[in-house]
């Protein structure tokens, strides 16, 4: 699989928020914003699970979106959905691991 970052289809967003359904936010960015801290975090879950939901509880929607587009472009990753302060972002790995890829784990793989 490629690392992309060309649009998904209705299709590939349907099915990758189908897996986000069942996830946990593995991280939370408060107010004290996007630290480094939270961005080695959020790295980290992507490399590994490909698939995450992070929790934003900074503000309101307009400075939900502002964090969103700056993990987004610091990470390299794609959201899938955003809906109140719950966030999913995608990033395909070069190589992943069936153990803890989400995409892998729950048949989601976008092509």
């Known amino acids: 699989m ?24 593995v991280v939370t960015i408060a107010q004290n914003g996007l630290s480094e801290g939270v961005l080695k975090e959020i790295n980290r879950a992507l490399a590994q699970h490909e698939l995450i939901k ?37 990033k395909p790995a070069a190589k992943p691991d069936p153990k803890l890829s989400n995409l892998l784990r729950f048949g989601g793989t976008p092509q």
């Open 2 to 25: 490629s690392n992309r970052k060309q649009p998904l289809s209705n299709q590939e967003l349907k099915k990758l928020r189908a897996i986000a359904h069942g996830l946990k936010p």
């Open 54 to 90: 992070i929790k934003i509880s900074v503000g309101d929607r307009d400075a939900r979106q502002v964090v969103t587009e700056e993990v987004c472009q610091q990470t390299g990753a794609q959201c899938v959905q955003s809906i109140g302060n719950v966030v999913v972002l995608l």
